[in-house]
T-cell receptor
Framework: QKEVEQNSGPLSVPEGAIASLNCTYS??????FFWYRQYSGKSPELIMF????GDKEDGRFTAQLNKASQYVSLLIRDSQPSDSATYLC???????????FGKGTLLTVNP | EPEVTQTPSHQVTQMGQEVILRCVPI?????FYWYRQILGQKVEFLVS????????KSEIFDDQFSVERPDGSNFTLKIRSTKLEDSAMYFC???????????FGPGTRLLVL
């Protein structure tokens, strides 16, 4: 059974701070790693993806991947109240590319 | 920007009734997926579809479920005889090629009474 684990939170940070979200996965064959944001009652919205070990930056967001440790993280710099949402880590790597999701981490950014 | 669309946004049905959830994937995408999310739980894979056939399905996707691409644009999920536990948000997703980013539709909230 392929598992993706996330700390469910809630994670609370003040506006302007760095929010750090973590994810571990069980399947060493996983190839692609995604971070989605989900507002309550809405669908998952892609933030960024990462395929290779190391860091990938996109604006205020940085994804970090360590395949040896089977660990993915997302850093949000200069957090804004509008970043308050559930952040979903998703992994794929099977032959049919289905996504396996974690339960998500609820982030609250306090003004 | 192209997006995945889904209809209806909400559906209320009686237990035992059939429902059809509709999706229009992004036009040049080739891989299509259905996921569901029971309230308060994680997003779960149901089925993937490529080249007009199912490529993978989960254990949730039993004989009560079926998918179809009846024309060049629509992708449907049918639940033949709904159960109370089918109440969930159902998301359609599509992607150009298998390993790339999946883009999600807004979802259909299904409530089975």
């Amino acid at each position: 059974q392929k598992e993706v684990e996330q700390n469910s939170g809630p994670l609370s940070v003040p506006e302007g701070a760095i929010a750090s979200l973590n994810c571990t996965y069980s399947d060493r064959g996983s190839q692609s790693f995604f971070w989605y944001r989900q507002y309550s009652g809405k669908s998952p919205e892609l933030i960024m993806f990462i395929y290779s070990n190391g860091d990938k930056e996109d604006g205020r967001f940085t994804a970090q991947l360590n395949k040896a440790s089977q660990y993915v993280s997302l850093l949000i710099r200069d957090s804004q109240p509008s970043d308050s949402a559930t952040y979903l880590c998703a992994v794929n790597g099977g032959s049919n590319y289905k996504l396996t999701f974690g339960k998500g981490t609820l982030l609250t950014v306090n003004p | 920007e192209p997006e995945v669309t889904q209809t209806p946004s909400h559906q209320v049905t009686q237990m035992g009734q059939e429902v059809i959830l509709r999706c229009v994937p992004i036009s040049n995408h080739l891989y299509f997926y259905w996921y569901r999310q029971i309230l308060g739980q994680k997003v779960e894979f149901l089925v993937s579809f490529y080249n007009n056939e199912i490529s993978e399905k989960s254990e949730i996707f039993d004989d009560q479920f079926s998918v179809e691409r009846p024309d060049g644009s629509n992708f449907t999920l049918k639940i033949r005889s709904t159960k109370l536990e089918d109440s969930a948000m159902y998301f359609c997703a599509s992607t150009v090629t298998g390993g790339q980013t999946q883009y999600f539709g807004p979802g259909t909230r299904l409530l089975v009474l």
